[in-house]
């Protein structure tokens, strides 16, 4: 028994899970078979109950065992482990007296499901306390009974709304809603959980009012409801598992067909796409707690929409912050954004105030010679850069790191205006910064490998991906969606109309199409970073990007750009174009964007293919359920994109020739560094 550790303590036991080797409980099948013989003995006792706990800090159970996913290819193999988890909680769920969980930290996905299957939760009261089923970001759908517990317990549109959206709710709505018995502080947990197992009092059920929706005669007309919202956010040809939990909950289906539903979807492209997603995302986040960062005070110069947002996340994740800008008015804007995002995201007033406390505006820059890591967001122009730089490396300290949230431009360029550029690294945030994920760790010839790992480990300490990429113009992201943004534009200019343009790209999976993108983002910006790509990625830039922005139309911020905006900036209804006629959209969009991350892999940008899967589904939400463009590539084959390629530079140009990288097998295999 390695994983589980059972004591008698008077006339209750208390099982402990702590899965050896691992920093957070999952459950693999050989932790299920060992829970599974704890609970056998467990049967034939006399006890007044059993108390479930975790002996990890970090939480109670995170779900089950993502990687053992990877390495089942068979349907009814997937069905059996499903079973397998139903079957141990039935058992545990049947037991001859109550049973509790005490949770802390994260509870989630069959974690959860465990504690569904005991008579009573009990949650440590702070907002490091989480319980969700998150099952659906990968594809799949609760497969331990937990389309089946979750909605006696705490209402059918509650139930539809966790296992739909994935969201995890804090100790407190969970205590609100049903999901937990009772919230305590940590020092009176375990005697929370035997006082429960004394009184025995009846098992918490959903009033009936919430279980109206599940009434027969309502179930299609809410199912009608329910699927309007869900296909906003998934089309069931993409991402199935939605779609499932709402047939599976129509029908009120058992445990039996939740596992034979899950072991279909658990082999599917979408899952195993997201699946994939999600390790990669998993390893950038080791990949940023490898070392220590010794950075506690972090200086931003640049109040705009960037630097505002990179000090107010930083201040959220409790380092000291002192945000620079010339403009009072500018800082005075970044505050108020920052007390309101503060307030929005902490709720308790004493939380914000400490926050706020963390968030200083520093017209003059004397945080400069306290800081630790000083973060460049100005204008993205050479010139003043490296201006600000020559100022700052002559008032910081010898040991501060200095960093550019630049989006394009290299850090050799911009190193040239220091006495010592090997303390300088690039921090490509994305924005909005507080929902994108991934920050481009940008190396320049003379970054130091120190400077390197103190930027990795800063990103992991604020809960963002660190993905290391090679100095080059455009870095990753951006050079490679800007072909594909340019593909566009160049299609709009051939009298291809913009809504076929965006639906392409949204119907193959982009988040969105990408003239609305280039609205979103700024034309000036669009503009400034291709002309930046132009001339080293031999780019021709399209006059009616020039044009557009040489009429001041610059997107959304100016209320007009390809689209026109209402003063909210909700888009208006375009008139009605001329459709040009057999004009292969998305195989342009999507073909420029593989073309171009493939020429980054022969360039070493990055050092594999999972790290432009990762950079592109984390920086730009490349749709998710194809598990990033190289995975892609792999899935339709090298040999026809590249014939495609040469199809489509005949008709439309030498832009569409195909990389040399192409032609090299051992760059394009997964796992190639």
Known sequence: MSHWRLDYQGDHAVLTLDVQGQSANVLSQEVLNEFDKHLEE??????AGVILCSGKASGFIAGADVREFEKIDDPAQATELAQLGQQVFSRLESLPYPSVAVIHGFCLGGGLE?????TYRIARDDPGTRLGLPEVRLGIHPGFAGTVRLPPLVGDLTALDMMLTGRALSAREARRRGLVDELVPERHLMNAAVAFLKQNPPPRKAPWYQRVPAWKP????????????????????????????LDLWRDQAREDREAESLGELLVGRTSRNLVHVFLLGEALKRHGKAQAHDIEHVHVIGAGVMGADIAIWAANKGFRVSLQD??????????KKAHGFFKSKLKDPRAVQEAMDRFMPDLEGHGLKRADLVIEAIVEKIGPKQELFRAVEQKVRPQALLATNTSSIPLEVIGEALKDPSRLVGLHFFNPVAKMQLVEIVRGAQTS?????RARAFTGAIERLPLDVKSSPGFLVNRILMPYLLEAVKMAEEGVSLVTIDNAATEFGMPMGPITLADTVGLDICLSVAEELAGPLRIDVPERLRELVGQGHLGRKSGQG???????GKRQTPPPEKIAADVPVTERLVLRLLNEAVACLREGVVVEPDAVDAGMVYGTGFAPFLGGPMRYVESLGVTGISHSLHRLSQEYGPRFNPDAGWSNPDLLKPGSA
Do not use: N
């Open 42 to 47: 467990l049967e034939t006792k006399m006890l």
């Open 114 to 118: 465990l504690a569904l299957a005991c």
């Open 218 to 245: 309502l179930r299609s007309w809410v199912v009608k409801l329910m699927a309007g919202r869900v296909r906003r956010k998934a089309h069931p040809d993409h991402y199935p598992a939605p779609w499932r939990i």
């Open 326 to 335: 010339r403009e009072p008015e500018i800082l005075a804007r970044a505050v």
């Open 449 to 453: 490998e120190a400077a390197l790992g």
């Open 562 to 568: 390809f689209y026109q905006y209402d003063a909210r």
